[in-house]
């Protein structure tokens, strides 16, 4: 059985930091507890309000972000609830218990994207799909993992690669793009939205550790929508940006005209494919996360 570790990420929020998890811990889920009566579905949230200093949890789908009161400091504690979470789940806790009740869940939402390699085209997802990448390709390198499996049964597919948060699909020539790719868009969103397994428990591995090197925008000068807004792209866009070489970076937010403005650099600098179609990704992204706030995206070059 695979061993469970536990990744301490700082957050641009100096009280809450994350808790990553080299596992899935909820299936597309996201849940967000204030107290301990409202932890009455997660044993692990209720074992950490037992902490004076824990002030909300947060659980998503393989991390747990911990809002702190200041009566101490993240550095004071960070790595002893690590270990505590650690413990908890190597020792067959359970981190929510199932429920046939209606859970909220955030809407599924998948765009597609070229690629420089006119046989592979990129769909990008607002759910993380997998902890580490992986590649299958034929229908038997993919009896462990289902949504790749079943992308196989298309006869113009012929191999699957799954990152964090996109898969890039590889078709034979008997197809055009411009003809497959709304059917796949669709088939992957509805599959996603359904709850249906990426990997199965077998297929997936310890995920490497991550270093960030990009620099954090000075929260000072960000609201807490711009924060929202950092945090989606840190986690959803940057992973697939930088997989063709590319990267983003946010630039500004007005709050009076819904306005987000993104750099594109790198490769996606001055691409026609990447300011239009990216930035037409990020919109439909940023409208569906944070509904009312955000109405359109402009993508600049750097």
């Known amino acids: 059985m695979q061993k469970i ?6 957050t641009t929020k100096p009280t809450i930091v994350k808790f990553e998890a080299n596992i899935f811990l909820t299936k597309h889920e996201s849940f967000e507890f204030s107290n301990i009566e409202e932890a009455g579905r997660s044993p692990l949230a209720r074992q950490l309000f ?12 393989n991390f747990v972000a911990i809002e702190k009161y200041n009566i101490v400091h993240w550095k004071d504690v960070q790595q002893e609830i690590a270990e505590q979470i650690e413990t908890f789940m190597n020792n067959g806790g359970v981190v929510v218990t199932p429920s046939e009740e209606e859970i909220k869940k955030m809407p599924a939402t998948v765009y597609a994207e070229s690629t420089p390699n006119p046989t592979v085209m990129k769909f990008v997802s607002n759910k993380k799909l997998v902890l580490q990448s992986v590649e299958f390709r034929n229908i ?29 699909i590889m078709k034979f020539d008997i197809a055009e793009w ?18 249906k397994d990426v990997l199965t ?18 929260e000072l000068q960000l609201d807490n929508t711009s924060k ?4 989606i792209l840190d986690e959803y866009i ?26 594109l650099q790198g490769a996606c600098s001055g691409c026609p494919s990447s300011t239009f179609t990216l930035k037409n990704g990020i ?7 944070l509904q009312g706030r955000v109405e359109r995206v402009e993508a600049i070059n750097g």
Do not use: C, W
């Open 201 to 218: 428990e077998d297929t997936v591995q310890p995920s490497a550790s991550k270093k960030e090197d990009s620099a954090a925008v000075p």
């Open 140 to 168: 038997d390198e993919a009896k462990n993992a289902p949504l790749a499996k079943a992308l196989f049964h298309f006869p113009f597919v012929k191999e699957v690669f799954i990152d964090e948060n996109y898969l890039s």
């Open 283 to 289: 919109e439909t992204m940023l409208k569906d996360m």
């Open 228 to 231: 929202e807004i950092v945090a």
């Open 178 to 195: 411009n003809d497959i790719t709304q059917e796949l868009r669709e088939f992957i969103r509805e599959y996603l939205e359904q709850g």
């Open 50 to 61: 037992h902490l004076p200093f824990v002030k909300k949890v947060y659980i998503a789908q």
């Open 238 to 263: 940057k992973p697939a940006v930088a997989s063709d070489g590319g990267n983003i970076l946010f630039e500004s937010y007005d709050e009076e005209q819904k306005l987000v403005k993104v750099i």
């Open 5 to 10: 570790s536990i990744n301490i990420q700082p």
